[in-house]
Nanobody, 124 residues
Framework: QLQASGGGLVQAGDSLSLSCAAS????????MGWFRQASGKDREFVAG????????GYADSVKGRFTISRDNAKNTVYLQMNSLKPEDTAVYFC???????????????????WGQGTQVTVSS
């Protein structure tokens, strides 16, 4: 089970930190990803981290502004979002991908479990 939290309403240029707590699994056996879905649009990849967090990847639209990290001792993955833009407005989802060597993927279909989503709204 994945539980995402930390969304809210902020102004452009502000920062926001999302958290996703996992339960019922060996967290370090899973790569983790953050995706988002804006109203009327498809779900898109935002960021991913391998099992240890040592390897990460980002969508071009958030590179340099967002940072994914994880704390395996706390079974939690984070998404630090800086310099937010109105186009970042979306429901953000965390997802877990079981992989033998813990590789993340930018494809939503590769993920086994999903959190419930948390709304992020950025006003201009």
């Amino acid at each position: 089970q994945l539980q995402a939290s930390g969304g809210g309403l902020v102004q452009a240029g502000d920062s926001l930190s999302l958290s996703c707590a996992a339960s019922g699994r060996t967290f370090s056996n899973y790569a983790m990803g953050w995706f988002r879905q804006a109203s009327g649009k498809d779900r898109e990849f935002v960021a991913g981290a391998n099992w240890s967090g040592a390897t990460t990847g980002y969508a071009d639209s958030v590179k340099g502004r967002f940072t994914i990290s994880r704390d395996n001792a706390k079974n939690t993955v984070y998404l630090q979002m800086n310099s937010l833009k109105p186009e970042d407005t979306a429901v953000y989802f965390c997802a877990a991908k079981r992989d033998l060597i813990g590789r993340y993927s930018s494809e939503s279909m590769d993920y086994d479990s999903w959190g419930q989503g948390t709304q992020v709204t950025v006003s201009s």
